[in-house]
């Protein structure tokens, strides 16, 4: 049977009403101040997906070798932080209500920015 344009199942429907919002966003490494937050992603607009990568824009690679300190909706327990190398990128963050989210850098270089592709 022929479907109009119009017309989804139950589960087309819900998939796609997922995301109402999304933001991206580049994030200065350069070490002033020695972190950056993710200034969408908000306890009142939590976001349900993440996606973190290198900026698209030549010149603000990240370099090999650099790892990021992610901090995820200010957890402050060492053990509860997430550490990615740039071969981990793109990183993507999934399944939980992301309220916050702070990226350290190990090393502080003026050129290098990550984006943040959050989904709301």
């Known amino acids: 049977m022929a479907r109009g344009l119009t017309e989804f199942t139950v589960q087309q429907a819900v998939n796609f009403e997922s995301f109402s ?40 690679a990240v370099d090999a070798g650099d790892t990021f300190t992610l901090t995820i909706n200010g957890e402050t327990a060492t053990n509860k932080k997430i550490v990615i190398a740039l071969e981990d990128l793109p990183f993507t963050l999934t399944g939980l209500a992301i309220t916050s989210l702070n990226i350290e850098p190990n090393n502080e270089d003026a050129t290098e920015e990550i984006a943040v592709l959050s989904f709301h």
């Open 21 to 60: 919002d999304w933001n991206y966003e580049e994030l200065d490494m350069d070490g002033t101040p020695a972190s950056s937050d993710a200034s969408y992603i908000t306890s009142i607009n939590p976001a349900k997906k993440v996606v973190i990568y290198t900026s698209p824009i030549a010149g603000d």
